[in-house]
């Protein structure tokens, strides 16, 4: 098995050859420049007119239907843009004033409390980095299905930097009165979208968030509250928060009995699968694009886990024959999406490229043939199998369905 080491060396060797190749021939000199006068300032950033990196709409659009998916291929660093997170929703995005909204807290408590937004912001604040991923993300894996792009199978996926109150905080206010084991929260969504959550989350690390990226939520994210459960499902977020009421049991509330169950091969359903076990994906090269012939690339990707921090990333480009190590780019944060990148030096011929991920806790990665061992194929939610992509040789990118 080649060493990443010996695989960094020749890569290396590579990319100066890549580089000269890719430069203009004889002496270069710097292009001339016209002196116009630029654009004036602005008040509120938009990105340079030439770059369309853009949401992939879910073919239903109905407002109960429709999702929209981070293009994961097209993205930098560990960081999801707000304006390309992605989007679920089950009753389109409300439009909620922020001067009226409340979110309210009662049932087993000993003081009901009701929050607007302004009362959230004057409590001590936390800003904290974690993804979120829709618990039916690469859902047609599941059934071997192959998928255009890392978009368009991977892309319920994002991470922000959060802003708001722990959980944990509001509950000491409220008091929780015996027998207050779990907590019902609600949105303010034509769904009433709700879940109910174990009280263990909200004094482990649960947040309500009011600002992502360093401004207000967006409105597709759940303007002006949402709660924010690190790790865990995308749909337990629940967004436009308005209400939290703690109770003893759950309350098979629509979204956790005909929704977000996951059907074992015996015919009975898992409930309550929160947790987003560890997954990582190739995102460069990803299907949909095209090498520009042999030589230097780096292969770059995104892994997370909901355990906690990513430990090693290892990448093959033999389809899972060899692995050589990743090299993870700063930060590694716990619960957040985390870049990794290796050089790769393409001989021009078939190669099938896949990535596998380790958690802190040890938790590896599984095979899609291990998943489906333990859940069959109509789990439907929750796949996070190693997948692959095959490099043909004209460099088009294709799914491998591993
Ligand atoms: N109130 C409300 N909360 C919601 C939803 C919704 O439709 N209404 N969708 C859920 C689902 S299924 C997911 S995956 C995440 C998506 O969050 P995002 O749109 O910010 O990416 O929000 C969850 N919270
Ligand atoms: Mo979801």
Not at 71 to 76: F, K, N, T
Not at 243 to 262: N, Q, W
Not at 317 to 327: I, K, L, R, S
Request: net charge neutral.
């Amino acid at each position: 098995m080649e060493t990443s080491r010996r695989l960094f060396l020749r890569a290396a060797a590579a990319v100066s050859g890549a580089i000269a190749a890719a430069c203009r021939g004889g002496a270069p000199q710097p292009q001339p420049q016209p002196s116009l006068l630029g654009a004036p300032v602005s008040r509120y950033g938009e990105r340079a007119p030439f770059e369309k990196a853009a949401r992939l709409l879910s073919q239903t659009t109905t407002p109960e239907e429709a999702s929209s998916r981070t293009p994961l291929g097209e993205i930098e660093g560990m960081i999801t843009p707000s304006s390309l997170h992605f989007e679920r929703h089950h009753a389109g995005v409300p439009t909620l004033d922020p001067r009226e909204h409340e979110l309210v807290i009662h049932g087993l408590v000993e003081r009901p409390l009701a929050f607007k937004v302004s009362d959230l912001r004057r409590l001590p604040s936390v800003s904290r980095i974690y993804f979120i991923e829709c618990s039916g993300n690469s859902g047609p894996a599941w059934l071997g299905v192959a998928s255009p792009s890392a978009q368009a199978l991977h892309g319920l996926t994002s991470c922000s930097e959060w802003t708001g109150v722990p959980l944990s905080v509001l509950f000491e206010e409220a008091g929780i009165a015996p027998g207050g084991e779990w907590f019902v929260a609600e949105g303010a969504d034509a769904c009433r979208l709700s879940r109910s959550i174990p009280i263990a989350k909200a004094w482990d690390d649960a947040l309500v968030v009011y600002a992502q990226n360093g401004e207000a939520l967006r409105p597709e994210q759940g303007y002006p509250l949402r709660l924010l459960l690190p790790g865990w499902e995308g749909n337990a977020n629940v967004k436009w928060l308005r209400r939290i009421k703690v109770v003893s049991e759950p309350y098979m509330t629509r979204d956790e009995t005909s929704k977000y169950t996951d059907l074992m091969p015996d015919g009975r359903a898992r409930q309550f699968t929160f947790l987003i076990e560890a997954k990582s994906t190739i995102t460069r090269p990803s299907g949909g694009q095209t090498l520009g012939g042999p030589g230097f690339y780096e292969i770059s990707g995104l892994a997370w886990s909901g355990l906690g921090r990513i430990a090693r990333v290892e990448v093959s480009t033999d389809g899972g024959a060899t692995w050589a190590e990743a090299t993870l780019q700063e930060p590694v944060l716990p619960k957040a999406h985390t870049r990794f990148t290796c050089p790769w030096r393409w001989d021009g011929r078939e190669a099938v490229l896949a990535a596998r991920c380790t958690d802190e806790t040890g938790y590896v990665q599984p095979t899609r043939a291990q998943l489906v061992a333990e859940h069959g194929i109509n789990a439907a939610y929750h796949y996070n199998g190693i997948q692959g992509w095959r490099v043909q040789p004209d460099g088009t990118v294709v799914d491998a369905v591993l």
